[in-house]
């Protein structure tokens, strides 16, 4: 795993901040209107958020995330696609950002994390999956669990 460089020289700093960004992610993840998880994502560059996102569906589709059976639909959006999205959008990128995300990538949603530039993950719970991790990490991503109370896992 790569080394997890601090954004801040203080590391009691960093760790402030990455507490303080993570909570916000959890309370991104509550717009969610997905039933089985609820995930929020943060995009920080230069100490300013500049993007957000949580897992849904496209713009223009009921707000549904599963069927009746309780699966999830193939077409809902990750929390990290739709952060990355909504930069894409915008006049900033994510080169060099931070992304603070409640739950880690799926291995689909880490390319797409690696092709934005983001160069540090913080996250929360582990993604059932560990592949999107090991992505991240051949690719040269600085990988950081966070643990918050009453978030294990």
Not at 44 to 55: A, L, R
Not at 88 to 96: D, E, G, P, V
Not at 107 to 126: D, F, N
Not at 133 to 141: A, I, R, S
């Amino acid at each position: 795993m790569q080394q997890d460089t601090l954004i801040y020289a203080d590391p009691a700093k960093q760790a402030r901040y990455d507490r303080a960004y993570m909570r916000m992610a959890l309370e991104w993840a509550k717009l969610s209107h997905c039933r089985r998880k609820q995930v929020g994502a943060l995009i920080v560059k230069e100490g300013m958020i500049i993007s957000d996102g949580y897992n849904g569906t496209p713009t223009g589709f009921p707000n549904d995330c599963e069927d009746e059976n309780g699966s999830t639909h193939w077409y809902v959006l990750h929390a990290e696609a739709n952060a990355i999205m909504k930069v894409a959008r915008s006049t900033n990128n994510a080169k060099n950002a931070t992304l603070y995300l409640t739950h880690s990538p799926c291995k689909e949603c880490s390319k797409l994390v690696l092709q934005a530039g983001i160069k540090r993950l913080v996250y929360l719970l582990r993604y059932k999956d560990p592949s999107g991790l090991e992505l991240l990490d051949q690719g040269g991503v600085m990988l950081h669990k966070i643990t918050m109370p009453g978030h294990e896992g």
